[in-house]
């Protein structure tokens, strides 16, 4: 089945850059998407269609893909935004959705 | 305002099933599809499939194919899952969500609650 896999953690301190990838074999043809999860809390949509920003969201968060990677980037990241962010996409068909693997993002 | 409203929490022994409701308000029901995905403790989300509220058509992740069933009743605006011969490994929580199209794909917009479902002996 297709995978997307993401790096299990990333670390930053407050105000620098956080960049956590997704890398997928049909990313070249499929929009990548990515969630952020809090504890309790239901995903919260932050990026989609690879680079486009939900209203709501704040600025540092922006997306940008090419060949079979997909990047996230919070930049100047903020306590607040400690979480776990899962990328999303479909295999090449369009028929199945796909999570990737998820990534713990600690800012301290 | 839309919201995604689900049932609540189940308490399952293994080899029973269990069929989690999600009550929509604030739009038109018909309109959107509907995803259902769960996260196991420790564990990422999982995709497991989406109908189409409209005409009921359903896709379905590979992986739980043999044991969904996704169903919708429109008088209600209410979209069910169903897991059958349910494991230890399906303790999750269960979401809903809804799809919102744009002109060149879709994402989810609007998520329920989730609901726990817990298997145990």
């Known amino acids: 089945s297709y995978e997307l896999t993401q790096p299990p953690s990333v670390s930053v301190s407050p105000g620098q850059t956080a960049r956590i990838t997704c890398s997928g074999d049909a990313l070249p043809k499929k929009y990548a998407y990515w969630y952020q999860l809090k504890s309790g809390q239901a995903p919260l949509l932050v990026i989609y269609e690879d680079n486009k920003r939900p209203s709501g969201i704040p600025e540092r968060f922006s997306g940008s893909s090419s060949g079979t990677m997909a990047t996230l980037t919070i930049s100047g990241a903020q306590v607040e935004d400690e979480a776990d962010y899962y990328c999303y996409s479909t295999d090449s068909s369009g028929n199945q959705g796909v999570f990737g693997t998820g990534t713990k993002v600690t800012v301290l | 305002q839309v919201q995604l409203v689900q049932s609540g929490a189940e308490v399952k022994k293994p080899g029973a099933s269990v069929k989690v409701s999600c009550k929509t308000s604030?739009?038109?029901?018909?309109?959107?599809?509907l995803h259902w995905v769960r996260q196991a403790p420790g564990q990422r989300l999982e995709w497991m499939g989406w109908?189409?509220?409209?005409?009921?058509?359903?896709k379905c992740s590979q992986k739980f194919q043999a044991r969904v069933t996704i169903t919708r009743d429109t008088s209600a605006s209410a979209a069910y899952m169903e897991l059958s011969s349910l494991r230890s490994d399906d303790t999750a929580v269960y979401y809903c969500?809804?799809?919102?199209?744009?002109?060149?794909?879709?994402?989810?917009?609007?998520w329920g609650q989730g609901t726990l479902v817990t298997v145990s002996s």
């Open positions: 969500a809804r799809q919102f199209d744009t002109a060149k794909s879709y994402y989810l917009d609007y």
């Open positions: 109908i189409n509220a409209g005409n009921g058509n359903t």
């Open positions: 604030g739009y038109t029901f018909t309109n959107y599809a």
